[in-house]
């Protein structure tokens, strides 16, 4: 996971759907274009003071929600965990009465305005959860916004999951079986009916006290098998939950990849490691969490000795409110003490494959999406070692420049 391809002095063409066509020395390149007599539109020239990586990929967001919990960082500043801030009423919970609270149209906005920070931090491929209604009308709320938003922000692609599964709702506090029933025979077939095209994952807190092991079975195989989506969920966060070992389980019972990756992973067991490592499961792994939560980091060395497929999320929610994957990257390399490297594969490739869409995204290949960022410096690790400000040029999405930080 440490060794990257790099060409120097290279260039790319892009076709007119917006994938790469061809990708090599720019000698190579040159003596393409006059063979064939290629004509181009557009044509960018780095002029050897600028590198170019893949967009970046975000494989773990909460991004529409509304609401302010700044006040909850402060009660953990004075010592207060996430489970008391939870159990009183704060956490998941606030932030639900907020979004059943907003309107349509205030949901959009904020997350309209999120993507735009996003974009301008170099992202292009984008998981976006539900989870923050808790009823059928509030999570369909949440999936329309983020499809709408889809249709109306072409810079970053959005992959979304559905995350009804995030909490047990205040009115079912007393009877979490009502809610899960409530999700399998009322809030999915109903979000089914809406055929959104954005829609491709299933998500469950798979938590100690919230969704046991055999409820988020449960909850992941109504998902996969009666409506074709695949599980990307949270597991083995707070506690050792065998959260690696339902993945396994539920892959092998299937006989297929049903489950494409699994978020957080602070307590996973060695048997958990073990069973991931023979799988294609990515390992998500949100450096986010481990620093605002003063949690325990998760065994990435273990997981990267063991060949897991280790990606990165930034795990942006009210509860981490983090817009740049190049800020995760740094902090990946801080506290988990990843190469530089390692910080871009797990943002890039490793990120796309844990969304089920690396055949087309994360990396810089032929027949891919010209999907890539411009650092503003010959030496592309200067996006993870300058701490703020990264120094990103130019973004773009299927060969389109969205982002141009030199206007």
């Known amino acids: 996971m440490d060794s990257i391809a790099v060409i120097n002095n290279a260039s790319m063409i892009i076709d007119n759907e917006g994938k790469i066509f061809a990708i090599d020395s720019t000698a190579f390149i040159d003596n393409l274009v006059h063979k064939h007599g290629y004509t181009f539109s557009n044509i960018y020239d780095c002029k050897h003071k600028e590198s170019i990586i893949p967009g970046l990929v975000d494989s773990h967001t909460h991004p529409v929600w509304s609401g302010d919990r700044c006040n909850e960082w402060d009660m953990k500043l004075r010592g207060k965990t996430y489970m008391d801030i939870h159990k009183a009423g704060g956490g998941i919970g606030y932030t639900v009465k907020c979004v059943r609270k907003s309107s349509f149209q205030e949901l959009l906005t904020l997350f309209l305005t999120r993507l735009r920070f996003m974009s301008l931090n170099g992202t292009t491929l984008l998981e976006a959860k539900s989870g923050y209604g808790l009823s059928a009308e509030s999570e369909i709320k949440m999936l329309k916004v983020i499809e709408r938003a889809s249709e109306l922000f072409p810079g970053i692609e959005i992959i979304g999951n559905y995350c009804g599964g995030h909490s047990i709702p205040s009115e079912h506090k007393q009877h979490k079986e009502k809610y899960i029933e409530d999700i399998i025979h009322n809030q999915l077939p109903q979000i089914a009916r809406l055929k959104l095209k954005t829609l491709k994952q299933i998500d469950v807190f798979h938590e100690k006290g919230i969704f046991e ?195």
């Open 213 to 407: 092991y055999e409820d988020t079975k449960r909850i992941l195989s109504e998902g996969i098998h009666k409506y074709g989506l695949k599980a990307n969920f949270h597991g083995d966060e707070l506690h050792c939950n065998q959260s690696a070992e339902l993945g396994y389980e539920l892959n092998r019972s299937a006989n297929a990849n049903v489950v494409q990756s699994i978020s957080h992973l602070e307590e996973i067991s060695d048997r958990g490691i073990e069973l991931l490592a023979k799988t294609e499961i990515a390992a998500v792994l949100l450096p986010t969490t481990c620093h605002i939560l003063k949690l325990q980091p998760p065994p990435y060395k273990k997981m990267m000795q063991s060949n897991c497929i280790i990606a990165l999320g930034t795990d942006f929610n009210p509860n981490a409110h983090c817009l740049s994957m190049p800020y995760i990257m740094n902090l990946a390399c801080n506290l988990f003490r990843f190469t530089m490297n390692q910080s871009l594969i797990a943002s890039t490739i490793n990120s796309a494959h844990a969304l089920g869409q690396s055949d087309l995204y994360g990396s810089l290949e032929e027949g891919k999406y010209a999907d890539f960022v411009v650092v503003n410096h010959a030496n592309w690790q200067h996006l993870i070692y300058e701490m703020s400000n990264h120094p990103i040029k130019c973004v773009f999405k299927k060969g389109e420049k969205v982002v141009d930080n030199a206007e």
